[in-house]
């Protein structure tokens, strides 16, 4: 099982949408996200662009639990 680890997206949806695109690619089965999403958007465009289940903590900047 091949498992994608990402954390402190801060909002940045560019990147994020390359790191989605390069776990797609790789065929990650599972994503642990490790804190920092910052705003609830960053959620959901992981919820969009990774099929399998995501596993996330909060981080220290995340503004809305």
């Not at 402190?8 to 089965?29: F, G, K, Q, Y």
Request: hydrophobic content about 55%; some cysteine.
């Amino acid at each position: 099982m091949l498992i994608a680890v990402a954390s402190d997206a801060h909002d940045n949806i560019w990147s994020l949408e390359r790191a989605l695109a390069d776990m797609r690619a790789r065929a990650a089965e599972a994503l642990l996200f490790l804190g920092d999403f910052c705003a609830p958007f960053a959620l959901a465009q992981m919820a969009e662009g990774f099929a399998g289940p995501i596993h996330a903590v909060f981080g220290n900047n995340d503004g809305d639990p």
